[in-house]
């Protein structure tokens, strides 16, 4: 899925796609491996790993294991991007509306183009998926 830039530091209820769904928010930079306990329901496991093909940089990876889905997630880049911004990825417009696993996801690309931003955190936005429950 192809990601849309969005401007300043987005939170899920300023996105499309976010509307109405519960953050969680990695923080600080993701880690490899991190996992995000997801109030006793469940959990978010995440990948970053650093892709050299153009652009090259960090990409992501999740994996939602419980009873639960991602509407959106929201890669904000780091401090290499003087602008600030983010990518969305709006899972509303797939056919379930909703998604449970993702991979290559990442921040916007640093000007002029060249290479991607490093990831600064990731919010994901989560709404209840009647497929887990």
């Known amino acids: 899925m192809a990601p849309q830039e969005v401007a300043g530091n987005p939170d899920c209820d300023e996105v499309p796609g976010g509307a109405g769904t519960t953050e969680y928010d990695t923080g600080d930079a993701p880690q490899n491996g991190e996992v995000l306990d997801i109030e006793g329901l469940g959990s978010i496991t995440i990948g970053v790993t650093q892709r050299t093909a153009e652009p090259d940089g960090q990409v992501l ?27 969305l990825y709006d899972y509303t417009t797939t056919p379930a509306g909703q998604i449970e696993a ?29 497929n887990n429950t």
Request: charged content about 10%.
């Open 61 to 87: 990876s999740f994996v939602i294991d419980g009873p639960f889905a991602a509407a959106a997630v929201i890669v904000k880049g780091g401090p290499n991007n003087a602008e600030g911004g983010a990518n």
């Open 102 to 130: 993702d991979d290559t996801l990442h921040s916007q690309l640093n000007p002029p183009g060249t290479a991607l931003t490093d990831i600064s955190h990731v919010a994901f936005c989560i709404v209840p998926d009647g």
